[in-house]
């Protein structure tokens, strides 16, 4: 038996993750905090970020879905219910907060004045960062849905705890959803329904897009089973680009997923039919789609294709 030597190697990636990060520094189109996976943005980042928001809502007009918006971090209630910590507990975070009396204060201040961490001094304060930008729907659906169930269209922050220096990985980013809460054919036909339309609008910003079936990194060894379980019930699609190059794994800078049931049981939601309620979203990850345009394009969006810059109306 030969074994064949792998063409690339994960040094490889790392650099072209590396050159692409000093690139995006370097250009001032992101800014570094001091923490991996965390940017300050330009206005040139910005204005391609909005560009790329504003098309994306553009291709999803014709769901007419109902907007909502919703703060950055969840009630531990209704995280509680989603099943997250379940699935990725090495992804979730928590609020603290400081509850205690001026001796506690004091003793906060000490440690502090000796160089030691202060965090210890803070107490759970019941909020979670939310790592997906539709958790917190689901609690306002609890009952029964209309005929036809409901679409909406919500962005906002996600926060997932990944340090990392590709900056196609970011810890606090933001996700544009159309999610559909209905029937088991009506969420089914949301996510099946509109992978062309999600795939074109990609394509249409000169990017190479592939759809392939998700595989998301459920946790230890029951995280296993769910990972395959997602793959062979082809529950998640995602919209991948190669951002480093042929050689490398291209990047899902978006997602189509069916949640079946989950999310309708552990809520308590129900069809006009009295059956349990399915979901279905879809995922523009905003900044990985804008990063993936100025690896693909460069950081000047003046220079980019007439046919790109058309698309994004930029
Ligand atoms: P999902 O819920 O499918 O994991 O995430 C939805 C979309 O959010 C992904 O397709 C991707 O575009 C974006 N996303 C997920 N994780 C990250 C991340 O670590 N950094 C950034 N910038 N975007 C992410
Ligand atoms: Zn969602």
Not at 135 to 154: E, K, N, Q, S
Not at 225 to 246: D, H, I
Request: glycine fraction near 8%; proline fraction near 6%.
């Amino acid at each position: 038996m030969t074994i064949t030597e792998p063409t690339t190697t994960a040094t490889d990636l790392d650099a072209a993750r590396a050159d692409l990060r000093a690139r995006l520094l370097g250009d001032g189109v992101l800014i570094d905090l001091g923490s991996p996976g965390l940017y300050g943005r330009s206005g040139v980042f910005e204005r391609v970020y909005q560009a790329v928001d504003a098309a994306a809502v553009r291709s999803q007009a014709d769901l007419d879905a109902d907007v909502l918006r919703f703060p950055p971090v969840e009630p531990l209630a209704s995280f509680e219910r989603t099943d997250y910590i379940a699935s990725f507990p090495d992804l979730a975070a928590a609020i603290s907060a400081f509850t205690g009396d001026d001796r506690t204060h004091r003793a906060l201040l000490a440690a502090r004045e000796r160089g030691e961490r202060w965090e210890s001094f803070l107490e759970p304060a019941d909020l979670m960062l939310t790592p997906a930008v539709c958790h917190p729907l689901y609690g306002l659906l609890t009952g029964t849905l209309p005929a036809g169930g409901r679409t909406f269209d919500i962005v906002g922050d996600s926060f997932r705890r990944e340090p990392s220096l590709d900056p196609m990985r970011l810890q606090a980013f933001h996700m544009h959803e159309f999610v559909h809460v209905g029937t088991a054919a009506s969420a089914r036909a949301h996510r099946d329904g509109r992978i062309a339309r999600l795939r074109e609008t990609l394509e249409s910003f000169g990017l190479e897009i592939d759809v392939v079936p998700a595989n998301d990194p459920f946790f230890g060894r029951v995280g296993q089973m769910l990972a395959r379980n997602q793959v062979e019930q082809a529950l998640k699609f995602e919209f991948v680009t190669p951002v480093y190059g042929p050689d490398h794994e291209p990047t899902a800078i978006s997602s189509a997923n069916l949640h079946e049931d989950h999310f309708g049981t552990s809520f308590g939601i129900r069809t006009a039919d009295g059956d349990v309620a399915h979901s279905a979203c879809l995922a523009f990850g905003l900044e990985r789609i804008t990063i993936a345009l100025f690896a693909r394009h460069g950081s000047d969006p003046v220079s980019w294709p007439a046919n790109v810059r058309a698309a994004l109306a930029l």
